[in-house]
Each structure stands twice: as structure tokens, then as C-alpha cells.
């Protein structure tokens, strides 16, 4: 079996192949990180745009590194949720252009359980039931995950995602986009206790929600003094960037790993599987490491390269396929998250 698989969700147009034993074959990924720099986020519209003229040359180089010829495949596989509507409709016309050309099938994948799956894939083994961990630059979520396709929501963040706030700090001490590993070096050298910021939801133990819009604000007024909006001329130096940094950094890795935790002792599940961008920050995994060791627990988390947003992760495909879970050209965006919290 030989699975195209197409993912632009977000700002990265990526393609992969993938064989029927989760083996990768080729995969290419365009990242659009220097169209965004300037504006410290993604910009929708850039986005879509950026996707289009990417998206063809992406899966012929795909192709071509994978050895295989469109005939060759058995079917094409697309990311149509959730993430921007105008990405997505560039993968998924992409996907249902090719399905028609080569008269093959057309398989859905939600982009959240790809970033689970990439746990599985570098795993190599069973990693189900399992609690999944989904922290990006869009979703900050524990599920419950029955199966690689059955994912029942615990939790999830109730304004920011963790990843948007790193790039949104990251702007305020002049470092620049993507935040998060701009972050993740300036914090090496600072010191986590300088700053003591607002963990928000942490102690809750009735819910497995996150918050991250009130630590922003407190860096904001921690920088520019209580109440004001902006910056004006204040300048940080280096230590005060670092120490920042480090701050925010603890504040926000005590938060996902503390609920991390807290939804494997309220399913009574034992493996916790991580994915998503933020996944990849240092800080975050090795305290996810200690705190899995000191409870039992077996951990996967992503492997940095399956990290942030790659076609490979849609591997979750081969489970489709198997599934016979395979979709009309009807098939639309869905952008939105579906909250079926359980
Ligand atoms: O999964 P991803 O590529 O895209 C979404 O689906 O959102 O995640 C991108 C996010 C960005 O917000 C970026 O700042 C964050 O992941 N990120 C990190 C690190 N690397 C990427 N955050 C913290 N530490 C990192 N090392
Ligand atoms: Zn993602």
C-alpha cells in the first residue's frame, strides 16, 4: 500500500508517502516561516496564497524522492481539519484534483489525531488507549484516545493556545517568529524564578483546561508596568530577556505537564502520547520525562522532527485505509475544532 499524504493546515505545505507499514518513503516539507516573520503570526490570507504556488511543486518532489509514480499509488490522503479554511482548501483540492486524475480513493485525516499518530509512528509499537497531548500554535488539548481514531476531548485551552503565547511573548521581548524556539534559547542562559508568574487553572483539579491569556498579560505589564498597553520606549537588556524567557517558559511547561498528569490519574490510563509544536521545546520534555519516570508511566513524545506540522503524522491514513473509512469528492473544510468533550 502506498498513501500520498497532503497537509496544510496551518503555514507549512508538506506531502509525504507512506507505506502500508508506516515506513516513509519520501517527504517533503515548505516551511513559510520568512512570510510570516514580520508579523509575528500567521497571516491567513499569506497563508493560502503561499500554499498555492507551493503546493504542486511539493508533491511532485515528494513523489519524486518517494520512487513512485501517481499510478502507483493506492490512495491520496488530505489534513481537512481542523486549521484555517483557506489552507485547507488548498490541500484538500489538491488531494480530490489528484483522486480524479489517477482514479484513486480519498481518505480524510484530522489533523489533531495525526499529531497523536506521530507518537505512533516513532514508537513502533501499540501506543493505544492512551491520553493524547496536542499542544501547537492552534490547540492546547488532552483527549482520551480510545483508539488512533477515537479521541474523546478532556480538556483544552479556554482562550490562547500554548503556542500562540510563546509567540506572542516572544514578540514583546523582541525575539522573533516562530516564538517558541526563539523562547527555548533565550531561556537558557535566564534564571525560572525571577519572575513569578500566574499559572492559571493549575490548581483546579476538577478540570483539565488550560488558560494562558492572563500569564501573557502579566508579561505585558511585568515589562511595560501594571495597566499599560504598550511598550513605549523601554528597552530590555539581555539578562532581562532571559530571565523573562525562563519565567514564562516554567510557567507554562508547570501548567501542560501538571494537567498532563492529572488527566492519566483521572482516566486511570498509563501512556501518555504528546504531539504538536511546543512538543518539541526542551524545557517541556524533560520535565515531562521526570514526571512520567516518577509515576510509571510510559511516554511518548513526538520525535522534534514530527513535532510541528509534516505530512508524515498523516500515516494515520494506513488506519483509514484499513478501516475502509474513505470519503466522496463531496468532502469539505471543516476549520473549526469539533468539541465533543467526553
Ligand atoms: O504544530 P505546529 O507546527 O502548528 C500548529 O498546528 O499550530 O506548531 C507551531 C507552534 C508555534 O506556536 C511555535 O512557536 C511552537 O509551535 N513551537 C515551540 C517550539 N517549537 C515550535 N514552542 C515552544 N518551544 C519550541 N521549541
Ligand atoms: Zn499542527
Redesign the pocket.
Known sequence: MRILTIET??D?TAAAVIGDNLEVLGSVVASQDELHHMYGGVVPEIASRAHLERILPVIDETLRRSGVALADLDAVAVANTPGLAGSLLVGLVAAKALCVAADLPLIAIN?LQA?VYACRISAGCEVFPCVGMIV????SSLYRCRTALEFDLLGSTIDD?A??A??KVASMLGLPY????A??KAAETGNPKAYRFPRSLLGDREVLDFSFSGLKTAVRYTIAGPGKPDFGNIHLNETQVADLAASFQEAVVDCLVGKAMLALEKTGLNTLCVG???A???R?RTRLGEEAERYGVALHAAPLHL???NAVMGAIAVERFRAGCFESLDLDVLPGLVRNKG
Open positions: 493546515t496551518c507549512e489533523h499529531h501547537s500554535g492552534g490547540h493556545a503556542g500562540e510563546f509567540d516562530p516564538g517558541g524556539p523562547i527555548q504538536g509544536g511546543v518539541a521545546n526542551s517541556f513535532c510541528t506540522d
